[in-house]
Nanobody, 115 residues
Framework: QVQLVESGGGLVQPGGSLRLSCEASRSRFSIDIMGWYRQAPGKQREMVAHLTSNGITTYADSVQGRFTISGDVTKNTVDLQMSSLKPEDTAVYYC?????????WGQGTQVTVSS
């Protein structure tokens, strides 16, 4: 069992920046991938960015060039630096971790982009 704790959400104006952080509890097994997903009201949850244990990153087209995922999956931590935020980035952001064949989720943190 892995528990994920996110922090760093909040309200920001369009064009602003926010940083999200996530830490996973220690587990008997190593985490393979950590990442961030988001879900806006009335929409399905979507992938934002992934970071593998060997440092490979993947981004959704909608955030490429604006968001940066970083951290150390081998140490169970991942961050998401969000810049040039747009109102359409408003959503609940979830940290996720893939361990063996199971995905674990954090409780989510609200990000609101509004003037």
């Amino acid at each position: 069992q892995v528990q994920l704790v996110e922090s760093g959400g909040g309200l920001v104006q369009p064009g602003g920046s926010l940083r999200l952080s996530c830490e996973a509890s220690r587990s008997r097994f190593s985490i393979d991938i950590m990442g961030w997903y988001r879900q806006a009201p009335g929409k399905q949850r979507e992938m934002v960015a992934h970071l593998t244990s060997n440092g490979i990153t993947t981004y959704a087209d909608s955030v490429q060039g604006r968001f940066t995922i970083s951290g150390d999956v081998t140490k169970n931590t991942v961050d998401l630096q969000m810049s040039s935020l747009k109102p359409e980035d408003t959503a609940v952001y979830y940290c996720a971790a893939l361990l063996r064949v199971r995905i674990y989720w954090g409780q989510g943190t609200q990000v609101t982009v509004s003037s």
